[in-house]
């Protein structure tokens, strides 16, 4: 089974609200990373938390990291049109080897 | 800079036929990687060469080959396509570490008949 499962599948939400997602993983990872993907394009890393971390910022994206749960919270606030996208998280399984969850389809409406 | 591009974007073949993705990268990376994303699945990684001259296998490399032609160029090789290697190939490429970060080329989408 997959090492990271994104929750929920898909979000809709309205412009300016803020959107949640969370992503949970089985094995201990050194890092998790979350990732976008707009439609028909390739995947855009957008932040990376390491193991010893429990927060990070970067712009408009909070992310959080509890490793006693094994999980993973994404945060984009004061959402907009653009923010459109499937987001992913991808743990590393050691070495060079990333597994990306199944992903969250957001839906930010005008 | 171009980043990491794929060639070709679109694919049509029939079952039995081969056939090579292309892969290329400009951002002097030594990491190299080919996943398949399928519906409701994510990513999926299928091989992938930490530097010029090696590969591993990763989570569905059956059906599969690879050659890292050089430090540059990542390539993949479908001997005896199938339907179910229907699906969208990425190519990404990183730094040493799983610390960095992967970037993505756009994708290939291949229809096996």
């Known amino acids: 089974s997959q090492q990271g499962e994104e929750d929920p599948q898909a979000l809709s939400i309205q412009e300016g609200e803020n959107a949640t997602m969370n992503c949970s993983y089985k094995?201990?990872?050194?890092?998790l990373q979350w990732y976008r993907q707009n439609s028909g394009r390739g995947l855009v890393h957008l932040i990376l938390?390491?193991?010893?971390?429990r927060e990070k910022h970067s712009g408009r994206l909070r992310v959080t990291l509890d490793t006693s749960k094994k999980s993973s919270s994404l945060l984009i606030t004061a959402s907009r049109a653009a923010d459109t996208a499937s987001y992913f998280c991808?743990?590393?399984?050691?070495?060079?080897?990333?597994?990306f969850g199944p992903g969250t389809r957001l839906s930010v409406l005008p | 800079n171009a980043g990491v591009t794929q060639t070709p974007k679109f694919q049509v073949l029939k079952t039995g036929q081969s056939m090579t993705l292309q892969c290329a990268q400009d951002?002097?990376?030594?990491?190299m990687y080919w996943y398949r994303q399928d519906p409701g699945m994510g990513l999926r990684l299928i091989y992938y060469?930490?530097?010029?001259?090696?590969?591993d296998k990763g989570e569905v490399p059956n059906g599969y080959n690879v050659s890292r032609l050089n430090k540059r160029e990542f390539s993949l090789r479908l001997e005896s396509a199938a339907p179910s290697q229907t699906s969208v190939y990425f190519c990404?490429?990183?730094?040493?570490?799983?610390?960095?970060?992967?970037?993505f080329g756009p994708g290939t989408r291949l229809t096996v008949l």
């Open positions: 060469s930490a530097s010029e001259g090696t590969t």
């Open positions: 938390i390491r193991s010893n971390e």
């Open positions: 991808a743990t590393d399984a050691g070495g060079q080897n990333f597994v």
């Open positions: 094995t201990s990872i050194n890092n």
């Open positions: 990404a490429s990183g730094r040493d570490s799983s610390y960095n970060e992967q970037f």
């Open positions: 951002m002097n990376h030594n990491s």
